[in-house]
């Protein structure tokens, strides 16, 4: 008799690991069904294990029913108590165990009415991509049904009565490589407002061209002229205090929210292995726009480098944009109410009205207890704060703490599990009932990878698919080693090997299957437009 169980060395078919262990165990039945049927005819005829042609409906639902219980057993064996690991890897890197959400870079235009100053966007702001047809359950040729997909800024953007008309590399008399980049001011602008001292260009381009893009601007630009038709017919004239500037590695300018426990190092690492494009945005700054003579609306920057520019390398105004900021799929809503009867410390965390509807939890954020018989609320504080009444003198802290657990559901996404505990919970007997509000964040998963092809955001371009981080179950040498090395990795240079070890660690974006990113097109109908990037 043969065993076709899973182990942990047998390679992933799906997707779904409950299908996979399911599946397992429906072969196991079959093939052992077989060998008992030839060992012990007379007990085997009863129950048509060995009945050629359709099998007994009663006998198949009693296999199903089985497979899917001990599939289930054997998963939870097979996964060496996740609970101790990740109980530890939530409160050191937190980060390890959440999902990337879908990323993509989105470009604000002003569009109808003219730009007389500048206008600040702040980060934050929520933009609606177009509804993707989501087949329903069960209903095979039904009307599908539309989601959209709700991501959000990480960046402000300030919008400024100006428009970039030409750019692109070109060689100068004297043979050095000069980058020309050629504005425009509105006519209605009002100067005075216009504040063009941090002006953010987004590099929107294939990889090998942006990184020598952004290589020249960063770090070989020998000087900074500009050129002025009205004045001296356009000659070059130095521009002092005019810097570019490397974006993106601020804390202001984080892809998603940084956890207070994590280094913060970790998460730049991560954000470039998983979304460079983040990174490709340059500051050229000091721009003062009060010194073009009145009535002057053009000007052209020449930026000389100290290196030849690749001659394999071009690019033109296409590849340059202005008012530019990655975007996230993540945003706010509130879970179902939790009604805690004491009895349980877990419960699935549930967002309200969306059940079902591709809506995953990225983490939750508040929770609040309500006692039914004194109207009295009380605060639950996140474990990983260590806020909570307990020791270390806290007397005044709050007595209810919470932390959350992710665990892979039966439908192939993953549910995230709140757990009660406290010292609250612990010293009273009997704990008065309770009904408890989460609020969380939200994602919607992998679904943007399934419509946004060619697609539009109606509110407000490459776009990366989400990714979650392999789950940590058992605990390796290398793999704890990982934080020891990796402040020791940037040492000097004969730690550069194990730089590359600790930072490997990191990249979840090289398998295969976060490989497949997918370019989109987004346009805008209204007061900003969106472009390809």
């Known amino acids: 008799m043969t065993d076709d169980r899973i182990t942990d060395t047998e390679p992933a078919q799906h997707v779904d690991p409950v299908l996979r262990y399911y599946e397992a165990e429906m072969r196991y039945l079959r093939e052992a069904g077989r060998e008992f049927a030839r060992a012990h005819p007379d007990r085997a005829r009863m129950l048509n294990l060995d009945r050629v042609g359709d099998r007994d409906p009663y006998v198949e639902r009693l296999y199903e029913g089985f497979a899917f219980l001990t599939g289930r057993l054997q998963q939870k064996l097979d996964d060496e108590l996740p609970e101790l690991t990740e109980g530890l890897v939530s409160l050191l890197w937190p980060h390890y165990l959440r999902m990337i959400p879908s990323l993509s870079v989105v470009e604000l235009i002003p569009l109808g009415e003219k730009h007389q100053r500048t206008e600040h966007v702040p980060s934050g702001v929520p933009v609606r991509a177009a509804p993707i047809p989501v087949p329903k359950e069960g209903n095979e040729g039904s009307t599908p049904t539309m989601v959209q997909c709700l991501y959000r800024t990480t960046q402000p953007v300030d919008l400024h009565p100006l428009r970039l008309l030409q750019a692109g590399p070109t060689v100068r008399h004297d043979g050095r490589s000069v980058i020309r980049l050629a504005f425009e001011l509105d006519h209605s602008?009002?100067?005075?407002?216009?504040?063009?001292?941090?002006?953010?260009l987004y590099l929107n381009a294939d990889q090998p061209t942006a990184f020598a893009m952004h290589l020249a601007l960063t770090r070989q630009v020998h000087s900074i002229d500009w050129r002025i038709p009205e004045i001296r017919d356009g000659e070059a004239l130095p521009l002092e205090g005019v810097t570019i500037e490397p974006a993106g590695f601020s804390s202001e300018e984080r892809l998603w929210p940084k956890s207070d426990a994590a280094f913060s190092g970790y998460q730049l690492l991560l954000e470039y292995f998983t979304f460079r494009e983040k990174f490709l945005f340059v500051d050229l700054c000091g721009l003062d726009?009060?010194?073009?003579?009145?009535?002057?609306?053009?000007?052209?920057?020449?930026i000389t480098l100290k290196h030849p520019y690749p001659s394999d390398q071009r690019f033109n105004k296409e590849n340059i944009r202005l008012f530019c900021s990655p975007v996230i799929n993540l945003f706010e809503l509130d879970a179902e109410p939790v009604a805690i009867d004491h009895h349980e410390t877990e419960y699935r965390v549930v967002p309200a009205g969306y059940q079902g509807a591709h809506i995953q939890t990225y983490s939750v954020d508040a929770v609040e207890a309500f006692d039914h018989e004194t109207s009295e609320r009380y605060e639950y504080v996140p474990f990983s704060t260590f806020r909570h009444r307990g020791g270390m003198l806290r007397h005044e802290s709050p007595e209810r703490y919470y932390h959350t657990r992710v665990r892979p559901g039966m439908d192939g996404l993953y549910e995230t599990w709140v757990i009660f505990g406290g010292h609250a919970w612990e010293a009273m007997q009997d704990l008065p009932e309770e009904s408890v509000s989460l609020h969380v964040t939200g994602t919607n998963g992998m679904l943007p990878r399934k419509g946004l092809r060619e697609a539009r955001i109606d509110e407000l371009a490459t776009c990366i698919c989400a990714c979650r981080s392999p789950r940590v179950s058992c605990p390796s040498r290398r793999w704890e080693s990982r934080?020891?090395?990796?402040?020791?990795?940037?040492?000097?240079?004969?730690?550069?090997?194990?730089?590359?070890?600790?930072?490997?660690?990191?990249?979840?974006?090289?398998?295969?299957?976060?490989?497949?990113r997918r370019p989109i097109r987004i346009s805008r109908r209204g007061p900003h437009k969106e472009r390809r990037t």
């Open 189 to 200: 602008a009002n100067r005075k407002e216009t504040d063009l001292s941090r002006l953010r």
């Open 289 to 302: 726009v009060e010194k073009l003579p009145e009535g002057t609306t053009r000007f052209e920057l020449e």
């Open 483 to 516: 934080n020891y090395m990796a402040h020791r990795a940037l040492a000097g240079p004969s730690y550069c090997p194990r730089s590359k070890s600790a930072s490997s660690r990191l990249n979840w974006a090289c398998a295969k299957r976060f490989r497949r």
